[in-house]
């Protein structure tokens, strides 16, 4: 009954920002929790961790010095601040839970996703 919805999404020029907010509901458990992506034709990927207590957060190396994940004033809830987006980052943005965070290992199902477009 875990549920992990995704908002924030849109279409924004290179060079542009957004944030995605990131929502894990229906436990009382605390999670690590990640953001991945996929673009077409693509492979989901991960991008972005952060820790229970938000004192710990990896990137990978496509968004660090762009991107910046943290945590909600809500339990399990997390956002991502993206700047300088390029259309590289096109694709939709998925949160999930993760077990090992230095592994970047997610577990439970997708969510469906929130769609980020970045044009030229």
């Known amino acids: 009954q875990v549920q992990r919805v995704e908002s924030g999404g849109g279409l924004v020029q290179a060079g542009g920002s957004l944030t995605l907010s990131c929502a894990v509901t229906?436990?009382?458990?605390?999670?690590?929790l990640g953001w991945y992506r996929q673009a077409p034709g693509k492979e989901r990927e991960f991008v972005a961790v952060?820790?229970?207590?938000?004192?710990?957060?990896k990137y990978a190396d496509s968004v660090k010095g762009r991107f910046t994940i943290s945590r909600g004033n809500v339990k399990n809830t997390a956002n991502l601040q993206m700047n300088n987006l390029q259309p590289q980052d096109t694709g939709v943005y998925y949160c999930?839970?993760?077990?090992?965070?230095?592994?970047?290992?997610?577990?439970?199902?997708w969510g469906q996703g929130t769609q980020v477009t970045v044009s030229s």
């Open positions: 999930n839970t993760i077990e090992n965070l230095h592994a970047f290992t997610p577990y439970g199902p």
């Open positions: 952060v820790s229970r207590s938000g004192s710990i957060s």
């Open positions: 229906g436990s009382t458990v605390s999670y690590n």
